[in-house]
């Protein structure tokens, strides 16, 4: 079951990253502005129809997130660090590497070779 609050802050996090207001979050995902009123006031609970007009709209946000708050936002920074974290790739190295993601590119494979030779896989 959604929390109320908890999703109208995460509602207020994504029209805040994205430096709208709420009128012109409302006009670009297709509702009226009452609706996001009534969303971020807690009065109302969102639709299905809602929260699919906002996932379509934004691609960063991601559907577990915003309905529970489990995961991260925006999503593409999410997937890095999940894939990383998959490959167990250590933290130190993780915070070392500077990758720009985007949808289109997803990683595979990051070898590591030190100079005595030798080198280190981390595959997904």
Known sequence: MINNEDFAKRLQEVIDFYGESASSFAEKIGVQRSSISHILSGRNKPSLDFVLKILSTYQEVE?????????SFP??????????????????????LNLDTNDEKQIERIVIFYSDGTFKNFQN
Request: net charge positive.
């Open 63 to 71: 559907l577990y997130w915003l309905l529970n708050g489990k995961g």
């Open 75 to 96: 999503v593409s920074n999410a997937l890095t660090k999940d894939v990383l974290k998959k490959m167990e790739v250590p933290l130190e190295l993780q915070t070392k």
